[in-house]
Every structure is written in structure tokens, then in C-alpha cells.
């Protein structure tokens, strides 16, 4: 296990045992849609849970990734961003429910909000495709100079 993380997730591993629940925003797979760095920030949360995800699994340590829309809190609402404005806004009960189920069942990626599993499994698939694609060793045709 490498020695970045910190030290409660070192425990965990050490004593091969442990859960820890990262919550991040949807906005993390499409940063662009927020303003300043709270999506970088919200991508940077996945990216770290599924590396956490990796790295501690064969540890025995559980690390779940809550991916959320929207919550319904008392911190809303913020000035010039209402509430009801905003399209597809769940209630933090709902959102805490519907991880609980997933940690229950040890699901890698929990998402309230996605009724069809399979298009999260779709979207993966097409990450993972064009990752092969983009480790390969070789220039792209279109970036080959012509003599």
C-alpha cells in the first residue's frame, strides 16, 4: 500500500479490515458544468476513491464512492443558485437511504439517482476503450507530418 494515504486508511489495512464512503458530486465526470474549481474539486474525489478503491480493496478495506446530483439541504439557498430552479434536486434522506443500501451491499459506485445500472456499466466501458486506445505506443495518423 503506498504511503500517501492517511493514516486512518493505513490502520484499516494494517488490521485488513475497514469501510470508508466518499460522497462527490455527478459534476466530477463533467467538470465544465460547474463554476471555479468545485468541479476539478468533485473529480479529483473520484478519482481518489476509485484509486482508494484500488489500492486498498486488497487490503480489506471497503471504500465506497457515493456519485450524487443535487441535495436538498439547509445550506441551500445559496445567493443566485434557488433551489427550485434547479432540475432533479433529491432530498438528503433519500441520498443517505440510497447509500446505506449500496454500502449494505458493498457496491463500488453508488448513485441515488441512476435508475438503469447499465449505462453507468456502458459509459465505464467506453472509458476503458478508449483508455487501450490511448496507451498503445503509437502517433495517431493525423498528427503524422506529411513529407
Known amino acids: 500500500m503506498h504511503a500517501h494515504f492517511g493514516a486512518a486508511a493505513r490502520s484499516m489495512a494494517l488490521r485488513r479490515h475497514g469501510a470508508i464512503i466518499n460522497v462527490a458530486s455527478a459534476v466530477g465526470i463533467a ?3 460547474a463554476t471555479g474549481v468545485y468541479g476539478a ?3 479529483f474525489l ?23 446530483a443535487a441535495i436538498r ?9 434557488e433551489a427550485e430552479l434547479l432540475p432533479g434536486m433529491m432530498s438528503a434522506a433519500d441520498v443517505v437511504d440510497a447509500a446505506l443500501v449500496g454500502f449494505d451491499r458493498h457496491e463500488p459506485l453508488t448513485i441515488p439517482s441512476l435508475a438503469k445500472a447499465s449505462q453507468w456499466a456502458r459509459y465505464e466501458h467506453a ?3 478508449l483508455l487501450d ?11 503524422r507530418r506529411l513529407v
Open 41 to 43: 474539486s468533485k473529480a
Open 31 to 33: 467538470p465544465e458544468t
Open 127 to 129: 472509458r476503458k476503450t
Open 46 to 68: 473520484i478519482a481518489l476513491a476509485r484509486t482508494m478503491q484500488h489500492e486498498l480493496g486488497h487490503h480489506g478495506v471497503y471504500v465506497q464512492l457515493v456519485l450524487t
Open 73 to 81: 439541504t439547509d445550506v441551500w439557498p445559496f445567493a443566485g443558485c
Open 133 to 143: 486506445d490511448l496507451v498503445n505506443g503509437e502517433l495517431a495518423p493525423r498528427y
